[in-house]
């Protein structure tokens, strides 16, 4: 599916994640940063991509601020953040869920 309008969802806080989701003509792109990226940067990006690939988005810019999240936290903002840049909000994908 193709991104409709730049997203953001997450905030800032302990043991949350910021992802802000875009339009991107080159497969999908990260920007990652987080004082874990090291350790778990590449499962950051994989539960990112995971979601992104359910939903059939191929090209998309993401930019990732990470602070200390925990996968599920990871992936329920990467759901929201998809379906807020493919404006699905009001019909969304319970299989996903």
Known sequence: MEIRKSAVAGTLES???????SAGNNGIEFELVSDVAKQFGDAIKETITDVL????VTDAAVSVVDKGALDMVIRARAIAVVQRALDIVDTPNWEVL
């Not at 043991?15 to 989701?21: E, G, P």
């Open 15 to 21: 043991s949350d994640v910021q992802i802000m989701l």
């Open 53 to 56: 690939n359910t939903y059939g």
